[in-house]
């Protein structure tokens, strides 16, 4: 069943993120069973998913989060309160501290990383476990913009860049390949990782395989992911860390906007109370065209509509979609699977509003909209 299936669009204030509690709840059990199954660690990367008003839930299944800056990792600790794993592109003092105040394993980009904050790696290593970012330079993504192994890539220590690294006080290795695939692209970036970093995996207590496993999604094989992480374990005696986003939460939840004006150019557009740069930006940034409920491509339904946000930005536009009906002011839409990469993402641009924050639970019927914004928070990140 679709996520907010039963929901009664009256109840949902518009635009408004909605989160399905049982979809979600669902993606967590799997994701547990590969924790439990393969002996690893899973961790929600808050960088995909951050809506803490479910953490109580999604600390019942997983060991805790990965967390790219002190920010997320402070979020994490105080309002999960499990294991915090943070990995930053380049740390300054100020943001080492704070992530070491409230993180577990700490992980740096580069041998120069560590040898300016050696001090600290001295001072912290009996309470943190610190790591380092490996470049396997493999790459599995075909947007370049998402390639975190893509030549030239700032991510990561390559090879041939750690050849004479001064490594004490480094627990760990840490890479990152993937961005929506399935186990077969992991199991080709193991192939090279133990490749080429076999002498440095010797001396690792721990191994973080980095997010973009989509396992959440129908037809990933689980199984092979488990054997994966069950293999590399045995062979090098070390734990294991996953850290998917979005697959905690895939297909769990909608963002809900209404029609507020129908304008005429070159055919109908659609104007609606949400808008693609400011609450959606992928859809401009991918790019991507992203479902909408009981609609279809242009031209395979009676009436087709662009549907246009809200900002002032000519390109601010959702896509073409067409529909059984005509729409009208005040017609509420429904697009699909805007649970992940949406609300860590939005912005206030033109001092266009966030959408509301709502769960919903169709085992109860339950709704409750958990954030409301306006006025203040378009100023208050401004001075």
Request: charged fraction near 25%; glycine fraction near 8%; charge should be negative.
């Amino acid at each position: 069943m679709l996520p907010c299936a039963q929901l009664d669009l009256s109840r949902v204030d518009s635009p408004a993120f909605v989160i399905d509690l049982a979809a979600l709840e669902d993606n967590l059990r799997l994701l547990a069973h590969v924790q439990s199954a393969a002996s690893c660690g899973v961790l929600l990367a808050l960088k995909g998913f951050a809506a803490w008003s479910t953490f109580p839930l999604v600390g019942r299944y997983l060991e805790g989060v990965a967390a790219s800056g002190p920010d997320e990792a402070r979020l994490g600790r105080q309002e999960l309160g499990k294991q915090v794993h943070t990995y930053c592109p380049a740390f300054d003092e100020a943001s080492l501290q704070d992530a070491i105040r409230y993180s577990d394993h700490v992980t740096f980009n580069s041998p120069s990383q560590i040898n300016r904050f050696r001090a600290h790696v001295d001072e912290h290593g009996l309470n943190t476990s610190f790591g380092l970012r490996i470049n396997p330079e493999h790459s599995e993504v075909d947007v370049a913009i998402y390639d975190p192994c893509a030549p030239g890539s700032r991510l990561g220590t390559t090879r041939n860049a750690l050849r004479g690294a001064d490594l004490r006080g480094i627990e760990g290795l840490h890479f990152h390949t993937l961005c929506e695939l399935g186990a077969d692209a992991l199991e080709r970036t193991l192939a090279v990782v133990e490749d080429k970093f076999s002498p440095w995996l010797r001396e690792a207590r721990w191994v973080n395989f980095g997010g973009g496993h989509h396992i959440t999604r129908p037809g990933y094989d689980v199984d092979l992911l488990v054997d994966l992480v069950r293999a590399f374990k045995r062979e090098h005696d070390v734990g294991v860390f996953l850290e998917p986003g979005e697959a905690i939460g895939l297909n769990t939840g909608v963002l809900v906007a209404s029609v507020l004006d129908i304008v005429e150019n070159d055919g109908p557009i659609a104007i609606l109370d949400t808008s693609a740069t400011a609450h959606m930006p992928d859809v401009l940034e991918m790019p991507y065209r992203p479902q909408v409920r009981h609609a279809a491509e242009p031209g395979e339904l009676p009436h087709t509509y662009r549907l246009g946000g809200l900002s002032c930005l000519a390109g601010d536009v959702i896509g073409d979609y067409s529909f059984h009906h005509p729409l009208v002011v005040g017609d509420k839409l429904v697009f699909e699977d805007m649970a992940h990469y949406t609300m860590v993402k939005t912005t206030t641009f033109n001092g266009v509003r966030l959408p509301s924050i709502a769960l919903y639970d169709p085992r109860d019927e339950s709704y409750r909209v958990q954030r409301r914004f306006g006025y203040e928070d378009y100023r208050d990140r401004l001075s």
